[in-house]
């Protein structure tokens, strides 16, 4: 009987120091949670002055949908025209200096082929 006494006594001594283990460690998830709430309030504060800023600044700088699509597309028209204007000029010269190229006489060793 006293060592069923001692053995449960001893079973009861090994039982709380598992509790204690888990009851600390339960605390320290506490106070991790605890802070990682507090981070989480603060990011979320700041993000919403963040949308705020981002929100307030986009009311007062663009304007509808429908005048930044026209003004795109007037810009669009005109960046068109003005590559057109440069083939144009570009490639007709080009194209002169390559016929002058093309008819000048093999005699003179101008020509840049042989046939």
Partial sequence: MAETLASILESMGKLEAG???????????????DA???ELKRLAE???T???KV???????????SDTLSS?????????ARCDDA????????T??????????????????RK
Wanted: hydrophobic share 30%.
């Fill in 55 to 65: 929100a307030s600044q986009c009311t007062t700088t663009s304007s509808t949908p």
């Fill in 19 to 33: 509790q204690d283990a888990i009851l600390t460690e339960l605390k320290g998830l506490k106070e991790r949670q």
């Fill in 87 to 94: 083939e144009e000029t570009g490639l007709g010269g080009v």
């Fill in 50 to 52: 963040l949308e705020n």
């Fill in 96 to 113: 002169y200096c390559f016929m002058v190229l093309r008819m000048t006489p093999r005699r003179t060793g101008l020509a840049l082929s």
């Fill in 72 to 80: 795109l597309n007037d810009r669009l028209t005109t960046i068109t």
């Fill in 46 to 48: 700041r993000l919403g």
């Fill in 36 to 38: 990682t709430d507090s």
